[in-house]
């Protein structure tokens, strides 16, 4: 059975920082993107950055600058680095996987196969 779990999410200040971890297991995901995406409330979940198993990265405009995507495939998890948080950052972050040979967009939500069930993230101001 394939899992993405995440941690690593809480409550910070603006300014602060917060490392998010994804564990992934049931399958290999060689050959996988593996990526983040979040949902604040009452919004549309978002692209937020992602990481080719040959080690190319994309962020998100709106995170570029302040968040960083590393990938350990050894182990299987990929961590998201925020820094400079802001509190339009507050959300609940996911973890998913997407076969790269299948996936046509990088950013797009559907083009996932796997998903986490979410770590919530919130910035006070």
């Known amino acids: 059975q394939v899992q993405l779990v995440e941690s690593g999410g809480g409550l910070v200040q603006a300014g602060g920082s917060l490392r998010l971890s994804c564990a992934a297991s049931?399958?290999?995901?060689?050959?996988?993107?593996m990526g983040w995406f979040r949902q604040a409330p009452g919004k549309e979940r978002e692209f937020v950055a992602t990481s080719w198993s040959g080690g190319s990265t994309r962020v998100a405009d709106s995170v570029k600058g302040r968040f960083t995507i590393s990938r350990d495939s050894a182990k299987i998890t990929v961590d998201l680095q925020m820094n400079s948080l802001k509190p339009e950052d507050t959300a609940v972050y996911y973890c998913?996987?997407?076969?790269?040979?299948?996936?046509?967009?990088?950013?797009?939500?559907?083009?996932?196969?796997?998903w986490g069930q979410g770590t919530q993230v919130t910035v006070s101001s």
């Open positions: 049931g399958r290999t995901f060689i050959g996988y993107r």
């Open positions: 998913a996987a997407a076969n790269q040979l299948r996936s046509m967009s990088w950013s797009r939500e559907s083009d996932y196969d796997y």
